[in-house]
Structure formats: structure tokens, C-alpha cells
């Protein structure tokens, strides 16, 4: 047991250098991830040619529902399928992964966590 905790107190400088240096690539790459999300979700949902503007918003908790509410006004119109129609039927999209578990909105939502030291921190 004495050499495991030695041999973890011997790497854990080096990995935390290591974690210093690439978390940003790491972190870059995820958001360019989501951003290529919401490009194709677009095209999917609205079509060619593309014409949209993708913006990011952190709203305050108290304002959640609130934003929605004012986003549903704002960009309602554009839910051509009608899937907002009726919220109380089981709603399976083939082909784009969602299901009933989850939230749908007439306009693109990628919700992005960047609380990732908390998170990690809480899970340990």
C-alpha cells in the first residue's frame, strides 16, 4: 500500500502539469464540437441556405423561464412540423436522437456545462 500512495504522490505533479497544458485543446475542441452541433441541427431543421445566428447565452437561474418563454415568442413561427403543437404527446424524432425525455424548442439548444472543476470536484 506504501508504494501505490508513493508511486500516486510521484505522478501527480506531472499529471497535473500535463492536465495544465491540455485542458484548453481539450476544451477548444468541445465547443467546436457543439458549434458543428448546432450548424448541422440548423441546416436540419431550417434548411438551405444557411441563414442564422448563432448566439450564446448564460441567463440567471431566476430568468430560465422567463428567456423561454420570450424565445418561444420570438421564434415559434419557425416550428414548421408543428412538433410544439401538442407538448403532451410522446414525441420520437427519427433520425435526429430525441425522444420524450427530452426538451425540444422551435429554435437550435445546446446547453454547454463549464463548470467542469466543480463538477469534478463533486464526483470525487
Request: hydrophobic share 40%; glycine share 6%.
Amino acid at each position: 500500500m506504501n508504494r501505490l500512495a508513493a508511486d500516486k504522490k510521484k505522478q501527480y505533479g506531472p499529471l497535473v502539469r500535463w492536465l495544465k497544458v491540455n485542458f484548453s485543446e481539450a476544451f477548444t475542441a468541445w465547443i467546436h464540437v457543439k458549434v458543428l452541433r448546432v450548424f448541422v441541427e440548423s441546416v436540419l431543421r431550417y434548411g438551405l441556405p444557411v441563414n442564422f445566428q448563432p448566439v450564446l447565452i448564460q441567463p440567471n437561474k431566476k430568468s430560465t423561464k422567463k428567456l423561454r418563454e420570450v424565445l418561444q415568442n420570438l421564434y415559434g413561427h419557425l416550428d414548421t412540423g408543428g412538433l410544439m403543437a401538442d407538448k403532451s404527446e410522446a414525441m420520437d424524432i427519427a433520425g435526429i436522437g430525441m425522444s420524450s425525455s427530452q426538451d425540444y424548442f422551435p429554435y437550435v439548444y445546446y446547453s454547454i456545462n463549464t463548470d467542469v472543476v466543480t463538477d469534478v470536484i463533486k464526483s470525487s
